[in-house]
C-alpha cells in the first residue's frame, strides 16, 4: 500500500502553527506591552518572557535531538527554564522570540520534507518516531501559549480584540 501522507503533513503544520484547536504563538504575543514581558502574575508564577524562553529550549532541543545524533540534551528540568533575571532587554527578547520562530520554522520544515518518513524510527532515538517529536513540539507549545494567556491576563494585558482571532 501506498501512502500519501500528504493531507497528514498538512495537518501537522496547522497543529504546529496554532492554526487549529489553540492560539499562535504570535497571537499569545501580540500587544505585550514591554514593560511587562518579565513581569510574573503571582508567586510560583512564570512570566511571559520565561514561558516563552522555556518553549525556545524545549523546541530546540526536541528539534536538534531529532536531527542530530551528537546532540546533548540540557539537564532537566534546571537547564529547560531561564535564570531567573530582574532586568530583560530588548537584545534578549528578540533572541529569544527569533530563535523560537526560526527554529518552528525548521520544524515545519522538516514536516513537509519528502525524504523524512514521519511514521520512521530516528535511527539514534530511542525508538522515538519523526512523527512523535512532531507531537511533542506541537503538544508542548500548544500548553505553554495557553500559559501565556492566562498570564497576560492576570496582568491586565489582554484585551477583547484577542478573543476573536483566537
Known amino acids: 500500500m501506498v501512502l500519501n501522507d500528504n493531507i497528514l503533513r498538512e495537518h501537522l503544520k496547522d497543529l504546529l502553527r496554532g492554526e487549529q484547536a489553540h492560539a ?7 500587544g505585550l506591552k ?25 523546541q530546540e532541543d526536541i528539534l ?18 531561564p535564570s531567573n533575571i530582574n532586568t530583560l532587554t530588548e537584545e534578549m527578547w528578540v533572541t529569544t522570540t527569533s530563535s523560537f520562530f526560526a527554529d518552528l520554522d525548521k520544524v515545519v520544515n522538516l514536516v513537509h520534507d519528502p525524504d523524512i518518513d514521519l511514521f520512521a524510527k530516528i535511527p539514534h532515538g530511542n525508538d522515538h518516531t519523526y512523527l512523535r517529536q512532531v507531537f511533542l513540539v506541537a503538544d508542548h507549545n500548544a500548553y505553554h501559549v495557553g500559559q501565556i494567556i492566562r498570564t497576560r491576563k492576570s496582568l491586565g494585558n489582554w ?6 482571532t483566537i
Open 64 to 81: 536538534r535531538y531529532t536531527l542530530d545524533a551528537s546532540w546533548i540534551s540540557p539537564d532537566w528540568p534546571e537547564e529547560y527554564w
Open 34 to 58: 514591554p514593560e511587562i514581558r518579565n513581569v510574573r502574575p503571582g508567586t510560583g508564577l512564570h512570566s511571559v518572557w520565561e514561558l516563552i524562553e522555556h518553549m525556545r529550549i524545549a
Open 24 to 30: 499562535k504563538v504570535e497571537r499569545a504575543l501580540f
Open 159 to 164: 484585551a477583547k480584540e484577542n478573543e476573536s
